[in-house]
């Protein structure tokens, strides 16, 4: 007989995986420069063997979407505008010779050349066949 659960259903953290992710969590808030909720007693933090694990979420001082609203306004600000973009298409940072450019896609040209040649020896062949074959 397969092992009965226990009432409720509910599955039990290990202590010291909680305490990994409680850290991991505070160590995300340091880096997005959020304040550490006071819901966490330091108590808790400093011998996570005497802590019991509270059923309550943890509050975080800033909400996830005004925390990815601010990113996002951070992110149009950086964005480039209509105007910023005409300008730069206007007034081009790098300019290339055509000497350059044969250099760089002389192969292209080869590619061009060698792909109609097959597509005129195409066009033969089909008139070729036009005339002799209803013969």
Same mark, same amino acid.
């Given at each position: 007989?397969? *092992?009965?659960?226990?009432?409720?259903? %509910? #599955?039990?953290?290990? #202590?010291?995986?909680?305490?990994? &992710?409680?850290?991991?969590?505070?160590?995300?808030?340091?880096?997005?420069?959020?304040?550490?909720?006071?819901?966490?007693?330091? &108590?808790? /933090?400093? $011998? *996570?063997? $005497? @802590?019991?694990?509270?059923? @309550?979420?943890?509050?975080? /001082?800033? +909400? =996830?979407?005004?925390?990815?609203?601010?990113?996002? !306004? !951070?992110?149009?600000?950086?964005?480039? =505008?209509?105007?910023?973009?005409? !300008?730069?298409?206007?007034?081009? =940072?790098?300019?290339? =010779?055509?000497?350059?450019?044969?250099? %760089?896609?002389?192969?292209?040209?080869?590619?061009?050349?060698?792909?109609?040649?097959?597509? &005129?020896? +195409?066009?033969?062949?089909?008139?070729?066949?036009?005339?002799?074959? *209803?013969?």
């Amino acid at each position: 007989m397969p *092992p009965k659960k226990k009432a409720g259903g %509910q #599955k039990r953290i290990n #202590k010291d995986v909680l305490e990994r &992710a409680r850290q991991q969590a505070r160590a995300l808030e340091q880096q997005d420069g959020d304040i550490a909720d006071a819901s966490v007693p330091a &108590a808790e /933090s400093a $011998s *996570p063997a $005497s @802590a019991a694990p509270s059923s @309550a979420p943890v509050r975080r /001082s800033v +909400s =996830t979407a005004k925390r990815l609203r601010e990113r996002n !306004e !951070e992110a149009r600000k950086k964005a480039l =505008t209509a105007d910023e973009i005409t !300008e730069l298409l206007a007034h081009p =940072t790098k300019i290339v =010779t055509p000497e350059e450019l044969r250099a %760089q896609y002389g192969f292209v040209l080869a590619d061009l050349r060698s792909m109609g040649l097959l597509a &005129a020896a +195409s066009f033969g062949v089909l008139i070729l066949l036009a005339l002799v074959l *209803p013969h």
